[in-house]
């Protein structure tokens, strides 16, 4: 398993601001993933955030929006972009070990609230 | 697109009873995967089946993995009050990310 840590794990913003959400795991994975989960829903998959490689995203999200950094194994950053009160959600990061649908362990979370 | 449904969507049972969810993928899985979220929490990791038929048991939880790989089940015997949560299939079909279905809200009556 890993240990998975996210910074913020909250936070209020105003409407047009930017929020940069930090993951970190305890040890070295290959693949990590950026969700958003309203409340009461099902877990969406933003992007894969690839080492050293622009992020892939998903039908309906864009780099604009949700800039992705992954500088190394261990650790990368989601960016809300010109939030709106629409982008109030959790976010989680998800890790894998290795590749091709393998188990995925969450990190806390980080629950946004746009005013 | 690939799309993972589960039934119920809610489910309220008196401690004791027996629950079960049910998942549906619209294509054939190489891989499913159980989780659980508890109130507040993130998902937890529960099992993986990847065998066609494949039964797995976890104390009283029981696993299954349907014969043409598109559905899968997850049974509770007996459930406690520390059962509660949503618990979500996750289908993979080979490539790197999983689709989540859309989550069984367990609900426990004392």
């Known amino acids: 398993s890993a240990v998975i840590s996210q910074k913020p794990s909250r936070d209020i913003c105003q409407r047009g601001t930017s929020l940069t959400i930090q993951c970190q795991v305890d040890s070295q994975v290959t693949m990590m993933f950026w969700y958003r989960q309203q409340p009461g829903q099902s877990l969406t998959l933003i992007a894969t955030?690839?080492?050293?490689?622009?992020?892939?995203?998903e039908s309906g999200f864009v780099i604009d929006k949700f800039p992705i950094s992954r500088p190394n194994l261990t650790f990368s950053t989601l960016t809300v972009s010109n939030m709106s009160p629409e982008d109030s959600s959790i976010y989680l990061c998800?890790?894998?070990?290795?590749?091709?649908?393998?188990?995925?362990?969450f990190g806390p979370g980080t629950r946004l609230t746009v005013l | 697109g690939q799309q993972v449904m589960q039934i119920p969507q809610y489910q309220h049972v008196q401690e004791g009873e027996d629950f079960t969810t049910y998942c549906n993928s619209s294509t054939t899985l190489s891989n499913i995967q159980w989780y659980k979220q508890r109130p507040g929490g993130h998902p937890v990791f529960l099992i993986q089946l990847v065998k066609s038929g494949e039964v797995k048991k976890q104390k009283r939880l029981t696993f299954q993995f349907g014969e043409a790989k598109k559905n899968s089940s997850l049974h509770i015997t007996a459930t406690q009050t520390t059962d509660v949560g949503t618990y979500f299939c996750a289908g993979s079909s080979g490539a790197n990310n999983l689709f989540f279905g859309t989550g069984t809200r367990l609900t426990v009556i004392p």
């Open positions: 955030a690839n080492q050293g490689s622009e992020a892939t995203y």
């Open positions: 998800s890790v894998q070990f290795r590749a091709g649908g393998d188990t995925q362990y």
